[in-house]
């Protein structure tokens, strides 16, 4: 059986391609998507991906897939540091969850600096634009890997 990889975006995430360009770029969420794909079937992964504007779709996505995937990338957006019922979503899952940002939320404004989402998840790769999502979809299946060769 393939391993399966959750993708979730967050809140406006929707809108990339247009919203904040000199912040986000000028590639939309679709186009992501389509390099997030060809690098799994590259690296020999299946993705199930969501976009919501809604906290409770996203949780309830990851309810779903607890027993099947293997790990998770989220982008939180606007959730990252409000969103305590995604933190909490997160820990319960029993595989390994990635945070991706596409812009440095520590260089941003002071208020975004802080993600309440970290303190729930592996790691973070953020301030590369698209690739944000591509070196984290790299490194989580490097060390999903990892673990299944690890007796």
Same mark, same amino acid.
């Given at each position: ?12 995430? !929707? ?37 919501? !504007? ?10 779903? !897939? ?7 990338? &989220? ?8 969103? &305590? ?67």
């Amino acid at each position: 059986m393939m391993m399966k990889i959750l993708v979730l975006h967050g809140p406006n995430l !929707n809108l990339f391609g247009r919203r904040e360009p000199h912040i986000y770029g000028h590639t939309t969420l679709a186009e992501i998507n389509a390099r997030l794909q060809a690098l799994a079937g590259e690296l020999g992964v299946s993705l199930d991906v969501i976009q919501s !504007n809604h906290e409770g779709a996203l949780i309830d996505f990851l309810h779903q !897939n607890i027993d099947d995937a293997r790990g998770a990338l &989220v982008n939180p957006a606007g959730l990252t540091q409000h969103g &305590v019922p995604l933190h909490d979503a997160i820990k319960a899952m029993p595989f390994p969850v990635l945070e991706v940002h596409m812009s440095n939320i520590a260089a941003r404004e002071s208020w975004r600096a802080h993600s309440i989402i970290s303190p729930a998840v592996k790691g973070t790769i953020q301030g590369l634009g698209p690739q944000s999502y591509l070196a984290a979809l790299r490194a989580l299946v490097e060390m999903l890997r990892e673990q299944e060769a690890t007796p």
